[in-house]
């Protein structure tokens, strides 16, 4: 059995909050999108990663998932997005930190999803 990507699925009431903090913030490229049907969705991906945006209110009050990013360069992710996106900062974690397992996080929240970047 292989795998090459896992590919998550996240739902908002609204795609426009999605497209604010994947494209906008993390600077992810809309791959797919489909606005005109009853369930709107679009694919998000950027550097390997992919994932689906959905438009489903119902769903989005019932799922708050958090993702984790790794990336090789958090203070330039951390840089950008507390220049031009201080907003979605998390309070509890909104400064690069040295954790006690080694690695250095930062989060960030929207209205419906947490990312936690992370570097070992």
């Known amino acids: 059995m292989n795998f090459t990507k896992l590919v998550p699925s996240i739902f908002y009431k609204d795609l426009a909050d999605a497209k604010k903090l994947f ?19 679009c694919v998000l991906g950027k550097d ?7 438009q489903d209110e119902k769903l989005a009050k019932e799922h708050h ?31 690069v930190t040295l954790r006690p397992w080694g690695a250095k996080e930062f989060a960030i929240m929207d209205m419906q999803l947490g990312i936690r970047f992370q570097q070992w």
């Open 23 to 41: 494209v906008d913030c993390l600077q992810f490229t809309i791959t797919h999108q489909e606005l005109t049907i009853s369930n709107p969705y």
């Open 48 to 54: 390997g990663i992919g994932l689906m945006a959905f």
């Open 65 to 95: 998932p958090e993702l984790r990013l790794v990336t090789n360069s958090i203070d330039e992710v951390y840089t950008r997005i507390s220049e031009f996106y201080p907003e979605l900062l998390h309070p509890n974690l909104d400064k």
